[in-house]
């Protein structure tokens, strides 16, 4: 990390900082745009020229969007089922990947798994959805938090990550523990757990986010405000409120991707060397 | 009971193996149980519809090969299948080229890259409806930036979402704002060029061209390899963002094949129509990654091929 060209502010390293910052700037001036529109008053939204900076800020886009739909419920359902299907990805992948790698199970039952779970990596969503659909509605789980959950409580993706990194753990550390006459769970949750913990929290965190944005199967297994996520609701004010308020829209828009940003900020440094090391190794 | 010490050590054997197997069964099984319900078994019952004419009110019975022929004769399936063609021809390249261009940028040893590495990445945290939404307003003819920052270089630009030629312009525009996770896999696999022999080429005198050309792209073909299959299959399921920008409009100029599907499934409630649009993206979808792999002898390198000769 401490090469000469750290210290130096060569012609190269000048060019290298400007580019990074026009890329910058092209990913953060939409967001800065939607920031600020949501703190402007409806006629300045529409007027012409564009203004950047509000000229009366106000805050009353935020409750007002907040009161035009339900949004608290929102909040509510989103983090519900978030938490269950992230949590619940997480944990199967977890101790999937752990018999794939450490269990001295029969050959075929390993690879009968390993099988299905390749395949499920490649069947787009698309093809699932009508079926799904099917099977909720006659289950009368249609609307309901275990309809919106259990499709989604599994991973091939997470389960895959996970397999291809416990490759790479040392087999020696988790071979002492066995003579030391470690079970199965305690050689799982004492040694390969905390030694799997970058790629376990980059399962969690990828997890966490597709679940939160997830629009397409939430939008088609729910029908009402009372059960109805962020994504759907958002997309709901705005056919609602449509072109009329689009202050409101943009506060709506903050409200679903703050967290996630705050999250992200967090867990950074995380994600970004987990899928480096994941990536590289797999 | 206690197993005792002077059984034969075949016996012994014989019962840890099935202890070992049940425990396998006991960790896997939840994964195993939750694919084939909810993705593999699915994906068979799809097949089954595509055949049949099944909808929430019929029984089902199958009809044979109808759905597939009435779909090939349908002016907008054809018209979808065009839109998601020329998206994926376009988008995907262009997003691969790009986001190799942010990877090299962000592989510079240079103070405060960690920061960048992260900005970089947040749009494809953040993706989804919302962002949709806001790209709904940046496009936006009259009020959006685009075309006032256009404005401000006296150019008029169109009106974006309106505008049959330029929605799917739009579109991919949009994707590449979103690169982020094909430029942090192409950003791995440069971390994993080793330095001495960008500094061997330095010293024979490889320009900077020559060593992108004859040194880090031979090398990173099999990241490149693995971010084009999965950018072939994402830009073939595309969906959410053209269903909340365009909605497949402006008359049909963004009915992406998933737009098209999801009209039928959940719009007009034929579901055994839809699952045979379905099936037809799949098989899309695999054979399309088919070619991929099947191509790759020509021009991906791999590690161990090079220590062979």
Known sequence: MHSK????????????????????????????WMVLASFKESAEIYQIPVTWIPQRPTLMNYPDAWNAVPFATYFRNSIFTTACAAGSKVLLAISCAYALVYVKAPKRLKDV????????????AQVTIVPNYITMSHLDWVNTYQGIILPNAATAFGTFM??????????????????????????????????????????????????????????????SNDMRTLPIGLFGLFQTEGMQNWGIIMAGTVFVVLPVIVLFIRTQKWIVDGIAAGAVRG | ???????????????????????????????????????????IISLALSFSDYNLLNDFKLIGIGNYTKLLQEELFWQSLKISAIYSVVSVPLGLVISLFLAIL???KIRGIYVFRSMYYLPTVISGVGVAMLWKWIFNGKHGIINNLLGMLSIKGPNWLLDEQWALVALIITSVWGVGGTMLIFLAGLQGIPYELMEAAEIDGANRWSQFRHITLPLLSNVTFFNLVLGII???????????????????ATLFIAVYLWRHA??????????????????????LTLLVFRSSPLWVFYESERKVK
């Open chain 1, 5 to 32: 060209s750290t210290s130096a502010f060569s012609l190269a390293s000048v060019l290298a900082y400007l580019g990074l910052a026009i890329v910058v700037a092209i990913i953060g001036l939409p967001l800065l």
């Open chain 1, 113 to 124: 798994t390993f099988l299905v779970i390749l395949t499920a990596l490649m069947v787009p």
């Open chain 1, 162 to 223: 996970l397999r291809q990194y416990y490759m790479g753990l040392p087999h020696e550390v988790i071979e002492a523990a066995e003579m030391d006459g470690a079970t199965h769970m305690q050689r799982l949750w004492l040694v390969v757990v905390p030694m799997a913990q970058p790629a376990i929290v980059t399962v969690g965190i990828f997890a966490v986010v597709s679940e939160w944005n997830d629009f397409l199967w939430p939008m088609i297994v729910t029908n």
């Open chain 2, 1 to 43: 009971m206690a197993v005792s010490t002077e059984a034969p050590k075949r016996k012994q054997a014989g019962w840890q193996a099935r202890t070992e197997a049940v425990h396998a069964y006991i960790f896997m099984s939840p994964v195993i149980l939750g694919l084939l319900l909810f993705t593999l078994g699915p994906m």
């Open chain 2, 106 to 108: 962000l592989n510079k």
């Open chain 2, 234 to 252: 994402g830009a073939l399921q595309y969906f959410t963002d053209a269903f909340v920008i365009t909605g497949g409009g402006p008359n049909n």
């Open chain 2, 266 to 287: 959940f719009q007009f409630l034929n579901f055994g129509y839809a699952a045979a649009i379905s099936w037809v993206l799949f098989l899309i979808v695999m054979l």
